[in-house]
């Protein structure tokens, strides 16, 4: 049982200790790897963001590495199913993980698990930030974030925000949202994205902390209101709405998808992997085709990158997942 309300620099500690693994002493056997399929192990369901990206970069994969990279969706327990599957398969590159934020939240959501995220994933690379809207059904009369919290003040407790489920990206994003701004929120949770749009699109609920590319047309066709983009920046797609944290600094929240093994697995094999995901990323038809699905490359560096990535997530998220009380549904 791992308790995972780690301070900082243990955080950091840790993701820099996945970085320096130790080295193989059979290099020629990482030189020739892979010489047999690889699974890729996705923990969320079949068709969901993560299972997308984890095919298009599958396919990258196996174009280049001459052997077939097969995706395996295995979800449960936020992520946490197809997590331990892979912290308990061998260390020898041939079982990969396709992270993402939920790993992040989770990590203190389920405060009772048999592996410790951090330290018991080793960080490959990051390959692409997913960002999120703050918007709301045209019937909340606030247009802009000072008025939205003017509105929330005034109406404690009655203005419903909508999620994908419990613990997930779009709740969290709501709740630091909450906290920053010191408004009371109903968190209403669905059990995924499809039921939760659909009721902000009926006025049943009023907010929705969402991904782009689900809510993009319906905010073209005025079906909802755009009142902030959650990322530091403005995006492309939406250059005249503002970002969050244009009004409450400080605030960035994306979902967020990357490549990780079991720690142990050898360093020559991490590193090649990296390698290939970085070059993957730096592919205009690659770069192309993450902007068509609403997306960003999270980052082109090293696997300490991403480790210190994985790491500032984990610490970012618990602090919202403890001061909202978040609890595995």
């Known amino acids: 049982m791992t308790n995972l309300n780690l301070p900082r620099r243990k955080f950091l500690l840790l993701a820099a200790g996945a970085a320096a693994l130790p080295s193989a002493p059979h290099i020629a056997r990482a030189q020739a790897y892979p010489d047999r399929p690889v699974h890729l192990v996705v923990p969320q369901a079949a068709g969901s963001a ?5 095919r298009l970069i599958g396919q990258w994969l196996s174009e280049r590495l001459g052997q077939q990279f097969i995706i395996e969706t295995r979800p449960g327990a936020g992520g946490n199913v197809g997590t ?10 041939y079982t990969l993980l396709l992270v993402n934020s939920q790993n992040a939240i989770s990590a203190t959501v389920y405060d009772k698990l048999n592996f410790n995220f951090v330290r018991d994933i080793a960080p490959v690379a990051g390959i692409i930030r997913l960002p999120l809207v703050m918007e709301v059904n045209p019937s909340v ?7 939205f919290i003017t509105y929330a003040k005034a109406n404690p407790g009655q203005i419903a925000l909508a999620s994908a489920g419990s613990g997930g990206p779009q709740h969290v994003s709501g709740e630091l949202f909450r906290m920053m701004a010191g408004i009371n929120m109903l968190h209403v949770p669905y059990r995924g994205s499809t039921p939760a749009l659909t009721d902000l699109l009926a006025g049943q609920v009023q907010i929705m902390f969402d991904v782009l590319p689900s809510s993009l047309p319906h905010i073209r066709a005025g079906r909802l209101r755009p009142l902030a983009a959650t990322t530091a920046a403005r995006l492309d797609v939406m250059p005249d709405i503002p970002t969050v944290a244009e009004f409450l600094p400080g605030y960035e929240a994306s979902a967020w998808i990357g490549l ?3 720690r142990a697995t050898d360093v020559e094999i991490v590193d090649k992997l990296n390698h290939e995901v970085n070059a993957a990323l730096a592919d205009p038809k690659i770069r ?4 068509e699905l609403g997306g960003t490359v999270l980052l082109a560096g090293s696997r300490a990158d ?10 970012k998220w618990g602090k919202v997942v403890r001061f909202a009380s978040i609890k595995p549904e």
């Open 306 to 315: 991403f480790g210190k990535h994985i790491a500032d997530e984990t610490e």
């Open 141 to 147: 009369p606030a247009k802009t974030i000072p008025e």
């Open 288 to 291: 192309a085709r993450l902007a």
């Open 260 to 262: 990780g093994a079991p």
């Open 50 to 54: 993560s299972d997308i990206f984890a």
């Open 84 to 93: 331990e599957a892979v912290v308990r398969a061998p260390a020898d590159g």
